[in-house]
Nanobody, 122 residues
Framework: QVQLQESGPGLVKPSQTLSLTCTVSGDSNTDVGYWTWIRQSPGKGLEWMGS???????YYSSPLKSRASISWDTPKNQFTLQLSSVTPEDTAVYFC???????????????WGPGTQVTVSS
């Protein structure tokens, strides 16, 4: 059974770069699927940030494309999110997920991590 676990700093200062890691366990073929970051800001719905696929490449949502970067660390079975120039509007619960496709439809994503709270504040 595939399990995902997010990790990273709970507090980031404005203008800094946020770095989060998702550790994958129980998956023998990580070449398959879309490895994804999704967030939920206070009072808002889930927001797809971007997805990485071994065969299809890496895609980002249009609003975040200039600031987000997703990469895989194969030996560690982890994938990371980096979000640069953060502001208080980036305060959210961040989730990593695995899905069968990429994009904003939450129905694509069948496996989720529990989420990690990130607050952007000075």
């Amino acid at each position: 059974q595939v399990q995902l676990q997010e990790s990273g700093p709970g507090l980031v200062k404005p203008s800094q770069t946020l770095s989060l890691t998702c550790t994958v366990s129980g998956d023998s073929n990580t070449d398959v699927g879309y490895w994804t970051w999704i967030r939920q800001s206070p009072g808002k719905g889930l927001e797809w940030m971007g997805s990485h696929s071994y065969y299809d490449g890496t895609y980002y949502s249009s609003p975040l494309k200039s600031r987000a970067s997703i990469s895989w660390d194969t030996p560690k079975n982890q994938f990371t999110l980096q979000l640069s120039s953060v502001t208080p509007e980036d305060t959210a619960v961040y989730f990593c997920a695995k899905g069968t496709n990429r994009g904003a439809s939450i129905l694509y994503y069948s496996t989720w991590g529990p989420g990690t709270q990130v607050t952007v504040s000075s």
